[in-house]
Antibody
């Protein structure tokens, strides 16, 4: 069974860049059946889709974040990564990574999530 | 900006039946939106329940079912158990832009 694990700094200063990595085990990011996605959830609030990436590097981003988001993939390490620039306190959230079965557009396996706090 | 709307909260008695809905600001929800439903309990990641309107994952309890109802996606829980108390989120796919949007969530209380 595939497992996903987020990793990265838990504290980021305002105006800096948030960087997270999702490591996939029990499966491969190079499979042509899947996209790989980032989703976030501010404390006490709902889920927000950030974006997703295909193993080829093709990406789609949430329009509200598009100017600040970059998602990349490293097939040699079975990892994909998120960079969010110019962060503010509003970017404080639990960040999840997830697998997307593209043929029927469903998110099946999720990581446990990591809380990233933006504060000086 | 596309908005996906769910009931903020619902209450159901143990053993009862409840239906949660998911509406799109763009109009009627169809199977082409590939509706997903997720359950989230405090401190846990979301757990996928339903995909493509009505398909269950291997781990989804039989009491959960998905459908289209009156232009919305719907999640019905039949024979509700105390452990079903949770937040439920829907997700819709917008094919033209290849984007997805989550609903705001429904807090289900079993009382």
């Amino acid at each position: 069974q595939v497992q996903l694990q987020e990793s990265g700094p838990e504290l980021v200063k305002p105006s800096e860049t948030l960087s997270l990595t999702c490591t996939v085990s029990g499966g491969s990011v190079s499979s042509n059946n899947y996209y790989w996605s980032w989703i976030r959830q501010p404390p006490g609030k709902g889920l927000e889709w950030v974006g997703y990436i295909y193993y080829s590097g093709s990406t789609k981003y949430n329009p509200s974040l598009q100017s600040r988001v970059t998602i990349s993939v490293d097939t040699s390490k079975d990892q994909f990564s998120l960079k969010l620039s110019s962060v503010t306190a509003a970017d404080t959230a639990v960040y999840y990574c997830a697998r997307v079965v593209w043929q029927l557009v469903y998110f099946d396996f999720w990581g446990q999530g990591t809380l990233v706090t933006v504060s000086s | 900006q596309t908005v996906v709307t769910q009931e903020p909260s619902l209450t159901v008695s143990p053993g009862g039946t409840v239906t949660l809905t998911c509406a799109s600001s763009t109009g009627a929800v169809t199977s082409g939106f590939y509706p997903n439903w997720f359950q989230q309990k405090p401190g846990q990641p979301p757990r996928a329940l339903i995909y493509s309107t009505s398909n269950k994952h291997s781990w989804t309890p039989a009491r959960f079912s998905g459908s289209l109802l009156g232009g919305k996606a719907a999640l019905t829980l039949s024979g509700v158990q105390p452990e079903d108390e949770a937040e439920y989120y829907c997700l819709l796919y917008y094919g033209a832009a290849q984007h997805v949007v989550f609903g705001g969530g429904t807090k289900l209380t079993v009382l």
